[in-house]
């Protein structure tokens, strides 16, 4: 997204790009139908933390890891780096509870999206 008036990225869009990062990846392993997963995963907790800013037009790259897996929640953490740089620009984390699409009453995360998961402890 572009710049704000002090010529960086806002704060609010690093918490878009945690989502994007989270839900790119289980899209990528097969985990995740954003229209017909039965299963979906609901923020309920997020942190960020900023480190150094990030403008457009740089590249922004992510690292993703999940630091906690339960029944039915996960907690991620991210960290952002503007591309080629060792440190974070920002560190965040958020959980999802995983819902049934319809009743969004808590579910036990399947064995298919907890081996992806596992793949990032």
């Known amino acids: 997204m572009d710049n704000d008036a002090y010529g960086h990225v806002n704060n609010v ?3 878009s790009w945690f989502d994007t990062v989270v839900n790119a990846y289980l899209i990528e392993h097969g985990v995740l139908d954003v229209a017909n997963s039965p ?3 609901l923020v309920v907790e997020t942190q960020c933390n900023y480190f150094d800013s990030l403008a457009f037009p740089q ?3 992510a690292g993703l890891r999940v630091a906690r897996l339960g029944e039915s929640s996960v907690r991620y953490e991210i960290g952002l780096f503007a591309q080629g740089t060792a440190l974070t620009a920002a560190k965040g984390h ?3 509870v995983y819902v049934d699409r319809i009743t ?3 579910v036990s995360i399947g064995p298919a999206l907890r ?3 596992e793949a990032l402890r």
């Open 39 to 41: 299963t979906i995963g």
């Open 104 to 106: 969004r009453r808590p």
């Open 59 to 61: 590249l922004v790259e």
């Open 13 to 15: 869009v690093y918490y």
């Open 115 to 117: 081996n992806v998961l």
């Open 94 to 96: 958020f959980v999802h």
